[in-house]
């Protein structure tokens, strides 16, 4: 039987590790989820709910939040994000920038954590405003291209750019499951094994013609 490889310290780990690292989750609202042209609305929200299914299996801290629902500009967090997230509180903002709103600073400064897995609608703006403010506070920030999405593919792409040009290293949802697995003799395999059998199921689920008029 083959024996895993040896565990590097969790918590110094350069890689993504439940114990290193902070899921960030900003503003998966219906206004935002509808107005995404960058990307395909359902195979982003697919994404996004593979982080979150990662996060909670491996015990990763999540902050969420929302926009402008107690103003009653917005709707609250879409009902896939809030079935696999029931019991993490939402952190409601008025400003766009999530990381000048002092009850998210302060949740994402309980978390202990230094490594922050960014996922935020839109790119340009939830993702790119926060992930510019945090590395420059010197915090290392993920940001999950294919879990966030622009009003339009350039300016996706430009606010990618914009990040990556500030030091943020782009990951993918189905990437940050298998890091913070590393190693399938390591215990609790079956975690990324059921995460990759819903995965995969809801991604064929999504080739079929008709998921498109669903």
């Not at 490889?5 to 590790?17: G, I, Q």
């Not at 015990?59 to 009902?79: E, F, K």
Request: glycine share 6%; proline share 6%.
């Amino acid at each position: 039987m083959a024996q895993g490889t040896p565990l590097r310290d969790p918590e110094k780990d350069r890689l993504l590790t439940p114990e290193n690292a902070a899921l960030l989750v900003i503003d998966y609202q219906p206004e935002q989820i509808s107005t995404v042209a960058s990307t395909d609305q359902d195979r982003l929200m697919m994404n996004v709910v593979t982080v979150a299914r990662a996060a909670v299996s491996f015990g990763v801290p999540v902050v969420l939040t929302t926009v402008a629902v107690r103003m009653g500009s917005n709707s609250p967090t879409d009902d896939r994000l809030t079935e696999v997230l029931p019991d993490v509180p939402v952190i409601d903002r008025t400003s766009m920038n999530s990381w000048e709103d002092p009850e998210f600073r302060a949740a994402v400064d309980a978390t202990g954590r230094r490594k922050l897995i960014m996922c935020g609608l839109w790119t340009e703006v939830c993702v790119a405003f926060p992930t510019v403010d945090a590395i420059a506070e010197g915090f290392e920030v993920y940001p999950v291209a294919d879990a966030i999405g622009g009003v339009s593919r350039d300016s996706h792409d430009a606010a990618m750019q914009r990040v990556v040009q500030a030091g943020a290293h782009p990951v993918s949802a189905l990437a940050v499951a298998c890091e913070l697995q590393r190693d399938w003799d390591r215990g609790h395999g079956d975690k990324l094994r059921t995460i990759m059998k819903w995965y995969f199921r809801r991604l064929a689920e999504l080739a079929k013609p008709e998921s498109a008029a669903s």
